[in-house]
């Protein structure tokens, strides 16, 4: 019998994280799948400036979205298909999360999820280079500021300045309701990303014979016997034919992430009752929150044709954050801009409007969006992708915030500190300027930040809406646990890469007590 006392579902962000802390006992075997390859020695994975490349690669599950009636239907979720997931795959912006929404989580009856709970999980993790006492300096994820090496993102930061937005460094342990500075990014200084699987898996994969890492295997459900325990996993095999299983003596943890989670659980029998019988899938637990609440950060884009050359080389071509709260009485910002030193043209090409090779861009996204939207079965084929509605901006709040966002990059890019480098403007367009023209325009042309979460969230015993429970564990199920983004409850105002570190570092930890 394939048999392990723990088996990770998913090497991804938090999976891998899980399997290696895990592993750090020798008395007990784990057993890591994943669907996508390895990225040891893989540069196309590893060099992290040539990030953008892998949207739609091979390295892409690639999910079209469902037609969006208030948004932009041609858009597509990049998630991750290697190892180390979409830490392997996106940009590495490093955030420590808001402590408001952290302790927002813990108001909701989740123990042990406050930003105290919380915060020393962060300084475990990173190694950086930040001053602070605050901070870790020795955990296997390195973290370091961006060298100011961009003229025109320094003229960027300077027009902030100009528009009353201070320099602020991030991740002081204090949120940043309006401010804006270089990021902190997870690499290495020789331009290697610091992922989990880069950081956690590479340096013991070789060396701790109770780990077994296994890539390029797709799991088809989970096994649960009749006393609904979760008892391990059946995966395709490598001939594409047969079914594989492998058990699981103590626990299974689901990291799939936001729309493989939900899929999988589903898949088993675990979701909405109504939806799996008419997909075709025996309900085993009735669990309706199981593929809803689907949140992200929507983002728009204003760009424009820079009067001098532009870089050539960069860390990662997204280099500065810019946060802003669009009321004085607000504890966390509700707007973030991400400053690209590159043309970003993959929704406003097709739609007709210019574009530019030498450009820059500000992309206004809304930190805590109000839409909400579902991942569903297609059918009950696991080899058939999950149906993923965003339903962005069906919620009027979230277009106001990002047309606000809008006008507040077009007085950044109109101060002094700007001149020499802000030319015309390509998208929107300087005649775009009414409300509802900047409304269509964004639905017509917005993109996400690759943030989708919140599909299996955390909540009180008796939340109905709440897959697990705070310690992680699927409701109605026993020996399940899911670690990943999808366990968030909100997700949190900034990107969540490190914060999904964070729910693995604390999925192994509550494992361990019990």
Not at 14 to 28: H, K, N, Q
Not at 189 to 198: F, I, K, N, P, Y
Not at 329 to 358: C, I, K, Q, V, W
Request: aromatic share 8%.
């Amino acid at each position: 019998m394939d048999q392990f006392d723990y088996v990770v579902v998913g090497g991804g962000t938090a999976g891998s994280v899980v399997a290696a802390r895990l592993s750090e006992d020798p008395s007990v075997r784990v057993c890591l799948l994943e669907a996508g390859p390895s990225d040891v020695g893989d540069d196309n994975i590893l060099r992290l400036n040539r990030w953008m490349g892998l949207l739609g690669s091979g390295y892409d599950w690639d999910y079209p979205v469902e037609p969006q009636e208030k948004g932009n239907s041609f858009l597509r979720h990049a998630r991750a298909k290697v190892l180390g997931g979409c830490s392997s795959h996106n940009s590495c912006i490093a955030f420590w999360a808001p402590a408001e929404d952290l302790d927002e989580w813990a108001a909701m009856g989740l123990d042990g999820w406050s930003a105290a709970d919380c915060f020393p999980l962060y300084r475990r993790l990173e190694d950086n280079d930040a001053p602070g006492d605050h901070h870790g300096r020795g955990g296997p994820v390195r973290i370091r500021t961006v060298p100011p090496e961009d003229p025109c993102g320094r003229a960027v930061l300077a027009a902030c300045e100009e528009v009353g937005i201070p320099i602020t460094p991030f991740n002081t342990g204090t949120t940043v309701t309006r401010g804006a500075n270089w990021f902190q990014i997870n690499a290495r200084e020789d331009g290697t990303r610091c992922s989990a699987s880069v950081a956690y898996l590479h340096p013991v994969m070789d060396s701790r014979p109770n780990l077994e890492v296994r890539t390029g295997l797709q799991a088809k459900r989970l096994v649960l016997d009749e006393n609904l325990r979760c008892t391990g996993v059946d995966y395709l095999s490598p001939d594409l034919i047969h079914t594989l299983r492998v058990h699981a003596r103590r626990e299974v943890i689901v990291s799939c992430g936001a729309i493989d989670t939900p899929k999988l659980l589903m898949l088993s029998g675990i979701g909405p009752a109504g939806h799996l019988r008419k997909t075709g899938v025996e309900v085993l637990v009735d669990s309706p929150g199981v593929g809803g609440n689907l949140q992200d950060h929507p983002e728009g884009v204003i760009m424009w044709n820079a009067e001098q050359p532009m870089i050539n080389t960069s860390t990662q071509w997204w280099e500065i954050g810019i946060f802003a709260a669009t009321e004085p009485d607000r504890d966390r910002p509700d707007l973030m801009f991400h400053y690209g030193a590159t043309p970003f043209d993959m929704n406003t090409y097709r739609r007709g409007y210019p574009t530019s090779e030498n450009a820059f861009c500000l992309t206004p996204n809304v930190t805590r969006a109000r839409s909400r939207g579902t991942v569903r079965l297609a059918t009950r084929d696991f080899r058939d992708k999950a149906r993923v509605d965003p339903r962005y901006f069906t919620d009027p709040y979230d277009i106001d915030i990002m047309t606000r966002g809008l006008r507040l990059a077009r007085k950044i890019a109109a101060r002094p500190a700007l001149a020499l480098w802000a030319g015309a403007e390509l998208t929107p367009g300087p005649d775009v300027h009414g409300d509802n023209e900047l409304a269509a325009y964004i639905r017509e042309t917005h993109n996400t930040v690759y943030h989708p979460a919140c599909t299996v969230p955390m909540g009180a015993p008796d939340a109905p809406d709440a897959p697990l429970d705070a310690r992680l564990r699927v409701k109605g199920v026993t020996g399940l646990r899911v670690a990943d983004g999808s366990a968030m409850p909100y997700l949190i105002a900034v990107n969540p890469c490190i914060t999904t570190m964070m729910i693995g570092e604390k999925c192994a930890d509550m494992i361990k007590q019990v």
